[in-house]
């Protein structure tokens, strides 16, 4: 987990894979340093965001990224016994945010003049994976009342092929225990889809694809997860009833 810790540039600048991006969105919801990280990346981007766009060369992707792999921060530290400052704490993170800056700015600016992203296609390219779900034309959601244990839920996308759940109050998975998420398909088959925070309010893309899913459910398994249910779903959203 520690390492999802160093991924804050990269997602900054939108330099992670699906696979990566889908993790760490997970990740994001439950820790609030990595939270505040991409917040001060994304607001120095956005400084840049009006200056004038020329083409890149095409080796800058490839550079910058190798560039991030060298400077990503370390997981945030375990304070010690003894009280830790807020004035401590920023000093050390005001050490290493000079590199990431430096990084997101390569994303953006070339010599003396601003550059587009070609990898990025069009407007959707800038979506986070679970926003190109959320927003896409042919989206759509089941939801289920989970009663005291809170309100969750799944939109998906056929042109996406991919889902997202999203949670309201939900309540935490017992001590020991994990939220894990499925794809159901329909043969009944089901296909580890990941493994969900314990955060009462969040989003997250399933992992994998839901071309041939027909539902998505919950089940509670061990911390760490299970590759087959362990315990009957505590929710279940049929896709193909999804409005």
């Not at 989970?146 to 996308?157: I, Q, Y």
């Not at 043969?187 to 990941?194: L, R, Y």
């Not at 362990?230 to 279940?236: D, F, G, L, R, S």
Request: hydrophobic residues 45%; charged residues 25%; proline residues 5%.
């Amino acid at each position: 987990m520690s390492d999802l810790h160093k991924l804050t540039g990269a997602y900054a600048v939108d330099a992670l894979d699906d696979l990566e991006r889908a993790r760490f969105e997970q990740h994001l919801a439950a820790c609030e340093d990595c939270r505040a990280e991409v917040a001060e990346l994304r607001e120095t981007a956005a400084l840049l965001a009006d200056a004038s766009a020329v083409a890149p060369p095409e080796s800058l992707r490839s550079s910058v990224l190798a560039g991030i792999s060298q400077v990503r921060p370390l997981p945030p530290e375990v304070p010690s016994a003894s009280v830790t400052s807020l004035d401590e704490t920023r000093g050390r993170r005001r050490g290493w945010m000079p590199f990431l800056v430096a990084a997101a700015l390569a994303l953006v600016v070339g010599i003396g003049a601003a550059v587009t992203q070609p990898w990025a296609g069009d407007d959707r390219g800038n979506l986070t994976a679970a926003e190109q779900v959320l927003q896409a034309d042919d989206a759509r959601e089941v939801a289920h009342d989970l009663g005291e244990a809170g309100r969750a839920t799944v939109t998906w996308s056929k042109s996406q092929e991919r889902a997202v759940i999203t949670t309201e109050d939900m309540v935490a998975a017992p001590d020991g225990k994990a939220y894990e998420l499925w794809f159901v398909g329909e043969d009944g088959g089901f296909t580890s889809a990941g493994l969900m925070a314990d955060a009462p309010d969040q989003t997250v893309v399933l992992t994998g694809t839901a071309k041939d899913a027909a539902a998505v459910g919950i089940t509670v398994e061990p911390d760490g997860g299970s590759d087959q249910p362990t315990t009957e779903p505590i929710a279940v959203f049929d896709l193909t009833k999804a409005a």
